[in-house]
């Protein structure tokens, strides 16, 4: 039994502080109720700035890895510090890294609707500012000439990715970039809505994508901006794992 009290947020601290392993356990936790939960698939990396990147380990879910499991591997996917291996798909993830020092945040997974989108090969339509809230711009990827592992494979992907934010990758579900966790959140869920909505829209006889000016004033946003929304993620994972709670040591936090 813990003896954690919840988190209590005030206006003016909605979540406690995290380490950076936290806030991908939290991170992975949250988007596996949001549709990225394709049993061992998908990843997240965080870039540290120096050469050398955090990572989900291999072999545990995203519901169930904590923060000591969370490895750290450099550009060539090597564990350099941590007691699991690299997914096996990790390749995609560092010839972003590589191809774009500036990228943050990294995820990628099968979800339920973007794989949808994934297997018709085609960027769904844009219907509401909640699937636009995240920002960023959204494109096709064919990446699917070779297995996941394959690195030529992974470099023609991101290369074919250019500058764009987000992927629907054909027959490989979704990838997609962020400056930080917030950003990291807020955009995996959006995409996931938009994608579930407009395969919806289309079942019910098409509907009416969204005006141009909804692309171009989301579109601009990095996915920083919705201070808030990430941390009620925070807090209910905390509250549905009290055992996470006690060991990142909320119970601090919200004494102080
Ligand atoms: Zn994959």
Redesign the pocket.
């Known amino acids: 039994m813990t003896t954690v009290p919840e988190f209590r947020p005030t206006r003016d601290r909605l979540a406690p502080e995290l380490t950076t392993r936290e806030e991908i356990v939290l991170l992975a936790r949250a988007l596996w109720n949001e549709g990225y939960d394709?049993h061992l698939?998908?990843?997240i990396t965080v870039n540290l700035g120096d050469g050398t990147f955090l990572c989900n380990p291999w072999l545990l879910t995203w519901e169930e890895f904590g923060p000591e499991d969370v490895i750290r591997i450099d550009l060539e996917g090597n564990v350099l510090e941590g007691d699991w291996p690299a997914p096996l798909?990790i390749p995609?993830h560092l010839e972003l890294h590589k191809a774009r020092p500036g990228v943050g945040w990294a995820v990628?997974?099968?979800t339920h609707w973007g794989s949808v989108w994934s297997a018709m090969k085609r960027v769904p339509p844009l219907h509401d500012q909640t699937g636009a809230g995240g920002g960023g711009r959204l494109v096709l990827v064919d990446e699917y000439g070779g297995g996941?592992s394959n690195v030529a494979s992974a470099k023609d992907a991101i290369e074919r990715l250019g500058d764009a934010d987000m992927a629907i990758?054909a027959h490989?579900?979704v990838l997609l970039t962020a400056k930080n966790v917030n950003a990291a959140y807020w955009r995996a869920v959006s995409l996931e809505w938009r994608c579930r909505l407009a395969l919806l829209a289309e079942t019910g006889g098409g509907g009416a994508p969204v005006p141009q000016v909804v692309h171009d004033t989301f579109g601009r946003s990095d996915g920083t901006g919705f201070v808030g929304y990430w941390e009620t993620a925070v807090r209910r994972e905390l509250r549905r794992y009290p055992e996470l709670a006690e060991s990142i040591g909320t119970a601090a936090s919200s004494a102080g």
């Open positions: 394709d698939s998908g990843h798909g995609i990628h997974g099968h996941v990758l490989h579900g």
